[in-house]
């Protein structure tokens, strides 16, 4: 009894090994060289609850539980094509130019996502803007339908934060 014991662990060991094996932690990281002074780039991109002023694909978000930019915020996402995506803000740091936030739930096509957003100093009235992740696809099973893939999560987060990152250099270098 026991061998068969051991056996069906050993077994269940395994395929959930394979479970976690086939949906990998996935990392995407955009960056864009802003010519303003890191500072000026920061008062444009710092509000948890200001991604709708600069993100192309966001019409409207919300901080629905909590106060915008302390730890523990969730915001609420309105995309323009009516879906919609519920975000907590992990980590501020407004010395640091940098915050940290992870999806409860949404529509992008991911799972246990976490991302960083930071501005830095990168010479003389220039800013480097970095928007990075991990996260796994949302389908985790062995599996996935194509638009459901590693290749379809990286693709749509990469383009998710090139976007944004695209319209933030334009604002702020407009004004």
């Not at 978000?61 to 969730?74: H, K, L, M, R, S």
């Not at 480097?128 to 062995?142: A, E, M």
């Not at 379809?152 to 004004?175: F, P």
């Amino acid at each position: 009894m026991k061998i068969v014991r051991s056996i069906a662990l050993v077994m269940l060991a395994a395929s959930s090994g394979l479970s976690f094996a086939a949906a990998p932690v996935l990392k995407v990281s955009k960056s864009v060289i802003v010519h303003a002074e890191p500072g000026a780039v920061w008062e444009k991109a710092r509000d948890f609850d200001g991604l709708a002023r600069w993100h192309p694909a966001v019409a409207k978000d919300e901080i629905a539980v909590g106060t915008n930019n302390e730890v523990g915020a969730v915001r609420v996402l309105t995309l323009r094509d009516g879906g919609t995506v519920r975000e907590k803000l992990l980590g501020f740091d407004a010395k640091h130019h940098r915050f940290r936030y992870t999806i409860l739930e949404g529509v992008l096509p991911v799972s246990a996502y976490t991302s960083t957003l930071s501005v830095k100093a990168a010479g003389k009235n220039r800013s480097k803007v970095t928007w990075s992740g991990t996260f796994k696809r949302k389908n985790t099973g062995p599996n996935p339908a194509a638009n459901e893939n590693d290749a379809t999560a990286t693709k749509t987060m990469g383009s998710v934060y090139q976007a944004g990152l695209d319209n933030l250099k334009k604002i702020v270098e407009t004004k």
